[in-house]
């Protein structure tokens, strides 16, 4: 079941295996969603763990 809810970017735990290294674009993306919002939303599990997002929260706890 999707469930739509808000929470900090501190309540969210980045999966420890992600692959990707994206730090090099963390300030861009935090500049737009300071402009434009949050267009893409990040995914989490039931655990509140990262499955699609990290460089959103990255950016989102830069501001947190």
């Known amino acids: 079941m999707l469930k ?5 970017p501190s309540a ?3 999966y420890e295996k992600n692959p990707r ?6 300030d861009a993306v935090a500049e737009s ?3 434009l919002g949050f ?3 990040i995914v989490v599990d039931e655990a509140g763990v990262i499955v699609c997002g990290h460089t959103r929260w990255k950016a989102a706890r830069n501001s947190d």
Do not use: G, M, S
């Open 4 to 8: 739509i809810e808000q929470r900090a």
């Open 12 to 14: 969210i735990t980045p």
């Open 21 to 26: 290294d994206n730090d090099a674009a963390v």
């Open 33 to 35: 969603i300071t402009r």
């Open 39 to 41: 267009r893409q939303p």
